[in-house]
């Protein structure tokens, strides 16, 4: 028995060609509702980062499970170590990197490039506020976004360890506690809703969805998912731009 659906938002809810919901995803809502399932964001994007969606949410997992709310009760509230956020920043300003700092309710950019550019193309979101990186220094951040390659990620791990980082992106990568993940979002939220892991189901195609598909009953990877996420898959559907949500969901009510 399926209790529960979590959802990744870019290239699972919604399309990288697009950037929006499609008419299958929205009947799958509907279908999942019909038979008492709840369903839950489970995402690495902050709150003010959620485009308007014609879906319903019971609950949301955000900055990748270092943020997590239902209503106006905070489950998981879990920020980087303060140390590391602003070792973090005082790299940035001595090299001129491009980053993104989330913050409780907001978010801000810092030395914008070419790359971070590129980042806002493919998501397609409003830029946050730009500052001067001094300005940033002592805020408590929950996500970081390093806009470096992968090639940089060994130095950038060194640089913070008691932080992990989830890419699923070639120009930038997130930064966030290492003790959390979305798998560990998705159990908070199961507990506040009295629901079993084995009842729940989740849909990702990125590298930061990994814990979220091992973690569930059944793990569902898009068609443009990696290769590498859709080993860690109990299933793989459809791409997001081939209704793979819907059919999946039918597929599976319909046992």
């Known amino acids: 028995m399926i209790r529960a659906a979590f959802f990744d938002i870019d290239g699972t809810l919604l399309s990288f060609r697009t950037h929006r919901v499609s008419e299958g995803t929205v009947r799958a809502f509907d279908l999942l509702h019909q038979h008492g399932v709840r369903t839950f964001i489970a995402s690495g994007r902050p709150m003010s980062l959620i485009p308007p969606m014609p879906l319903q949410f019971d609950g949301h997992c955000t900055m990748n499970g270092g943020y997590v ?5 905070v489950l998981v509230r ?5 140390k590391e956020t602003d070792r973090w920043l005082q790299h940035c300003q001595e090299k001129g990197l491009s980053t993104m700092v989330f913050t409780e309710h907001e978010m801000f950019a810092c030395n914008v490039n070419a790359a971070a550019m590129q980042l806002r193309n493919q998501l397609e979101f409003e830029m946050p506020p730009i500052v001067p990186i001094e300005k940033l220094f002592g805020h408590e951040a929950f996500q970081l976004i390093a806009v470096v390659p992968p090639q940089a990620d060994a130095a ?9 980082m989830p890419r699923w992106c070639e120009y930038f990568t997130d930064v966030i506690h290492r003790d959390c993940s979305k798998a560990v979002g998705l159990e908070s939220l199961c ?3 009295g629901i079993r892991q084995e009842e729940t189901i989740a849909f990702g195609d990125g590298a930061n969805d990994i814990e979220m598909l091992e973690w569930c009953g059944i793990g569902i990877a898009m068609g443009n998912a990696s290769d590498t996420v859709k080993a860690h898959a109990d299933r793989v559907t459809a791409s997001v731009d081939e209704e793979g ?3 999946a969901v039918v597929e599976l009510l319909d046992k």
């Open 69 to 73: 709310f239902v209503g106006d009760q």
């Open 78 to 82: 879990h920020p980087i170590p303060q």
């Open 156 to 164: 950038l791990q060194e640089m913070l360890p008691h932080c992990r």
């Open 191 to 193: 507990r506040h809703f």
């Open 245 to 247: 949500i819907l059919r």
